[in-house]
């Protein structure tokens, strides 16, 4: 079956976001991706840059309210929270 999802394990910020924004996961980040309000899968440029911390680019997308869809390990659930991205 589909696992059941979280409604976080991370911090987000800042929210709203303009251009970039940070996710401080309480674990390994496997893959990040925003859904938008149709469900549709947007995808981010994500980069640890070396610390626990993850830094996502969204200067090139559209502004509105999206859910951040974090996974962080084979079988995991998900992790989901609000976003929202303003320019």
Known sequence: G????????????????????????????QDLYLLDACGRVVAIPYSSKGDP?????????APGIYSLVMTSGHNARPSISRLEIMH
């Open 53 to 61: 911390r993850v830094h996502c680019d969204v200067s090139a997308i």
């Open 2 to 29: 589909v696992p059941a999802t979280r409604m976080t394990d991370m911090s987000i910020y800042p929210n709203p976001a303009q251009d970039e924004f940070i996710v401080d996961p309480q674990g390994p980040v």
